[in-house]
């Protein structure tokens, strides 16, 4: 089992920036992908964006063109660039492994493993 460990979050302007790292834990990430995902206050966990293992990347329509995934191998991490954040990029972060292919790369319910997460608020 692969332990998660997502840090980078904090407090960011509107139009500012963050980087999200998400670190696995004594081994490997394995599986076919690494996933970011978000929840709001009151709101439903949301996908984000996905790496699968040849490096693909597939992006949730509201972030495509600001967010940007990308992993190194070496490090066992997988990031998530943020620039041209909104108030409505509010949310608590979570990095997930899925350890097969399902039907559908932003479905929560496929990934197996997720980290403990990591806030990120931006001001107007």
């Known amino acids: 089992q692969v332990q998660l460990v997502a840090s980078g979050g904090g407090l960011a302007q509107a139009g500012g920036s963050l980087r999200l790292s998400c670190a696995a834990s004594?081994?490997?990430?394995?599986?076919?992908?690494v996933g970011w995902f978000r929840q709001a206050p009151g709101k439903e966990r949301e996908f984000v964006a996905v790496i699968n293992w040849t490096g693909g990347t597939y992006y949730a329509d509201s972030v495509k063109g600001r967010f940007t995934i990308s992993r190194d191998n070496a490090k066992n991490t997988v990031y998530l660039q943020m620039n041209s954040l909104k108030p409505e990029d509010t949310a608590v972060y979570y990095c997930?492994?899925?350890?097969?292919?399902?039907?559908?790369?932003?479905?929560?319910?496929?990934?197996?493993?997720w980290g403990q997460g990591t806030q990120v608020t931006v001001s107007s």
């Open positions: 004594g081994r490997t990430f394995g599986g076919v992908g």
């Open positions: 997930a492994v899925r350890r097969s292919f399902g039907s559908s790369w932003s479905s929560s319910v496929e990934y197996d493993y």
